[in-house]
């Protein structure tokens, strides 16, 4: 009996050591990638901007100095002043807040929601008719058309911004883990598991959903992105986060009107946008090399 404990034992030891090598050699394998590490390094950095930034910075965005409107950058405003005076910096840094605000729960919420569908509809051949149906007539409208008609409905406000661009983006989530659900219901365990009486949730929650979560990550970082440009578009049309909230976009739609004589109001927040979006996607396509076994 001793023996065996013993066995056991080092088993664990062995098996442990083993996943720690396993997640260095990944964490290596992601530090090696230069693209990725700078795509991090850049999501960090505006995430740390949004988080704290505003605790730094003495001028409200919402202050309005008609007498300073549209003045170039200088040592006072670094990135100049709006129409109103504002100080579009502390704007820019603000906005940050709402974009990443947006991006995050987007993502979350897609995530989840998508992965419900997939496992649910990977499982019962009825709701998979019925759900994957639904996706299909989601996903067969522009994105952007369908963001746009919602916001209309609902009105201009951030957690309508943030429910509209979750329901855009549920079809593609639900369809990319039903897919990965689909691979995973066939596989000898799962079998097992049906042959032992263990309930559906318990298969589908416990046994499966694990396993199609990887895919699911990666596509999270580039709804995330997405969402960030989709907002900004939004608010650039009038349809998305109100004024006088800062949002990227929103920067975007008050500078288009003097655009060649404060192009500043145009650059800024348009560069902070690009590269934000930039760095997701780098990130994004790190973590699919890192996660997917089938990567070079």
Known sequence: MKTKTLDYTEMLKLRRQLAREQRELKVRKFLKN????AGLTIVVLILLVALFGPFFIKTSPFAVDVINRLKPPSAEHWFGTD????????????????SMLVGFSVGIISTVLGMVIGLYASYNPFL???LMRICDGLKSIPSIL??????TVLGAD???VIFSLAVVSTPNMGRLARSAALVVREQTYIEAMKGLGAKS???LFRHIAPNIIS????QMTFVF????ITEAALSFLGAGVPAPQPSWGSILHEGQGVIYTAHWMILFPGLITALTVLGLNLFGDGMRDLLDPLSN
């Open 146 to 151: 369908m963001a746009i008609a919602l916001m």
């Open 215 to 218: 895919p699911l990550i990666v």
């Open 158 to 160: 951030v957690k309508n």
């Open 128 to 130: 998979d008719n019925v």
């Open 201 to 203: 949730r318990r298969i």
């Open 83 to 98: 129409t109103l005076g504002r100080d579009l910096f502390t704007r820019v840094v603000y906005g940050a807040r709402i």
């Open 225 to 228: 992105a997405s969402a960030i």
């Open 34 to 37: 230069r693209q990725s590490v």
